[in-house]
C-alpha cells in the first residue's frame, strides 16, 4: 500500500506497545506512516526495581518519581524506533475496571489523529490491564466516530470520517493459565521483524524498571520465546509478530501476498543463518 497510513499503537502497560508490536511499528516508521503510542496506565504495578527496593527497606519510594520512571522508559524505548508522538495517560493500574474517563481519554487521541490501523491487546487477555484498554478502545472507537456531549469529532489529518479500517490484536498470551485456553488466538496476520529485530531489542533494553539492560539477557530471552517462536518458524522467516485481525477484510480477488510468494521461492539457507539474536 502507498498510502501513508496513521497507526495508534495502544499497550495496556508501558513497555507492552513495544514488546508485542516493537518491530511492527518500526517498520512502519521506516516507511514513512504516522505512529502514535498510547498508555493507559502508569503500570506501577510492574515496577519491579522500585517493588524491591520496598521488599529490602521497607521504605516506601516516591511514586511521583517511579511513575517518571516508567513514562521517561517508554518515551526513550519508543524514540528508538522513531516514533515521537507518545501519550501516557497516568490512571492507577492497581485496580483495573472500564472506567468512563479513560474511555473519554482514549477518545480524544482517536478523534485528533484519526487512526486508519489501531494495535492493541486481545480484549480477553487474563492480565486485567491489557484487557480492560482493550474494552475501553473499543468502546472509544465507536464513541470517536460520533458525536458526544456537543463535540463532534471531525479528524484533523484526513479521510477516515472518524472511523478505523482495521484493529489488530496481539497474538501473545498475557499469562500462561487455563483461561486464556478458553479464548485461544492463532494469527491470521503475521509481520516479517527480522531486518528490525535489533532495533526492537534496543528499544526494549530502556525498560530497566523491569531489568532489562544492554548487559543482560532478559530481551534476548523473550525475543528467541516471543519473535523467533512457532509462527516464525512456519512462515519460513527468522523472527516475526503475529496478530488477528478485528474486521473481516474486502478485496477485489483472493489475497495472497506479493511478500508471501517471494518467501516460498527462497530458499532456507539465509533463514536458517540468521535464527539467533
Given at each position: 500500500m502507498a498510502e501513508q497510513l496513521r497507526i495508534l499503537n495502544i499497550g495496556g502497560h508501558p513497555k507492552d506497545c513495544i514488546l508485542y508490536a516493537g518491530g511492527t511499528i518500526a517498520k512502519h516508521v521506516q516507511r514513512g506512516d504516522h505512529v502514535t503510542?498510547?498508555?493507559?496506565?502508569?503500570g506501577m504495578s510492574h515496577h519491579l526495581t522500585g517493588i524491591n527496593e520496598y521488599r529490602e527497606t521497607g521504605k516506601m519510594p516516591d511514586i511521583?518519581?517511579?511513575?517518571e520512571d516508567r513514562k521517561q522508559e517508554l518515551i526513550n524505548?519508543?524514540?528508538?524506533?522513531?516514533?515521537?508522538?507518545?501519550?501516557f495517560l497516568g490512571y492507577d493500574d492497581t485496580i483495573t475496571t472500564i472506567k468512563p474517563e479513560i474511555v473519554s481519554d482514549i477518545a480524544d487521541v482517536i478523534g485528533?489523529?484519526?487512526p486508519h490501523v489501531v494495535i492493541t491487546h486481545w480484549p480477553h487477555d487474563t492480565v486485567g490491564a491489557h484487557a480492560l484498554s482493550t474494552q475501553m478502545l473499543l468502546i472509544a472507537t465507536d464513541t470517536a466516530a460520533g458525536i458526544r456531549a456537543g463535540k463532534s469529532y471531525s479528524p484533523t489529518g484526513g479521510d477516515t470520517g472518524g472511523w478505523t479500517a482495521q484493529i489488530f490484536y496481539h497474538d501473545q498470551?498475557?499469562?500462561t493459565n487455563v483461561l486464556e485456553s478458553l479464548n485461544p488466538r492463532m494469527p491470521d496476520t503475521i509481520i516479517d521483524i527480522t531486518d528490525v529485530v535489533k532495533l526492537k531489542a534496543e528499544a526494549m533494553n530502556k525498560f530497566t524498571s523491569q531489568h532489562y539492560s544492554d548487559d543482560g539477557s532478559l530481551q534476548r530471552k523473550l525475543g528467541e520465546a516471543l519473535d523467533g517462536g512457532i509462527a516464525a518458524l512456519h512462515m519460513r522467516v527468522p523472527y516475526a509478530e503475529?496478530?488477528?485481525r478485528h474486521n473481516p477484510e474486502l478485496h477485489e480477488y483472493l489475497p495472497v501476498s506479493e511478500y508471501g510468494m517471494k518467501i516460498t521461492r527462497e530458499t532456507t539457507k539465509?533463514?536458517?543463518s540468521q535464527m539467533l539474536l
Amino acid at each position: 500500500m502507498a498510502e501513508q497510513l496513521r497507526i495508534l499503537n495502544i499497550g495496556g502497560h508501558p513497555k507492552d506497545c513495544i514488546l508485542y508490536a516493537g518491530g511492527t511499528i518500526a517498520k512502519h516508521v521506516q516507511r514513512g506512516d504516522h505512529v502514535t503510542i498510547l498508555n493507559p496506565y502508569t503500570g506501577m504495578s510492574h515496577h519491579l526495581t522500585g517493588i524491591n527496593e520496598y521488599r529490602e527497606t521497607g521504605k516506601m519510594p516516591d511514586i511521583d518519581a517511579l511513575v517518571e520512571d516508567r513514562k521517561q522508559e517508554l518515551i526513550n524505548a519508543s524514540a528508538v524506533l522513531g516514533v515521537t508522538d507518545v501519550r501516557f495517560l497516568g490512571y492507577d493500574d492497581t485496580i483495573t475496571t472500564i472506567k468512563p474517563e479513560i474511555v473519554s481519554d482514549i477518545a480524544d487521541v482517536i478523534g485528533e489523529i484519526a487512526p486508519h490501523v489501531v494495535i492493541t491487546h486481545w480484549p480477553h487477555d487474563t492480565v486485567g490491564a491489557h484487557a480492560l484498554s482493550t474494552q475501553m478502545l473499543l468502546i472509544a472507537t465507536d464513541t470517536a466516530a460520533g458525536i458526544r456531549a456537543g463535540k463532534s469529532y471531525s479528524p484533523t489529518g484526513g479521510d477516515t470520517g472518524g472511523w478505523t479500517a482495521q484493529i489488530f490484536y496481539h497474538d501473545q498470551r498475557g499469562r500462561t493459565n487455563v483461561l486464556e485456553s478458553l479464548n485461544p488466538r492463532m494469527p491470521d496476520t503475521i509481520i516479517d521483524i527480522t531486518d528490525v529485530v535489533k532495533l526492537k531489542a534496543e528499544a526494549m533494553n530502556k525498560f530497566t524498571s523491569q531489568h532489562y539492560s544492554d548487559d543482560g539477557s532478559l530481551q534476548r530471552k523473550l525475543g528467541e520465546a516471543l519473535d523467533g517462536g512457532i509462527a516464525a518458524l512456519h512462515m519460513r522467516v527468522p523472527y516475526a509478530e503475529g496478530f488477528l485481525r478485528h474486521n473481516p477484510e474486502l478485496h477485489e480477488y483472493l489475497p495472497v501476498s506479493e511478500y508471501g510468494m517471494k518467501i516460498t521461492r527462497e530458499t532456507t539457507k539465509e533463514f536458517v543463518s540468521q535464527m539467533l539474536l
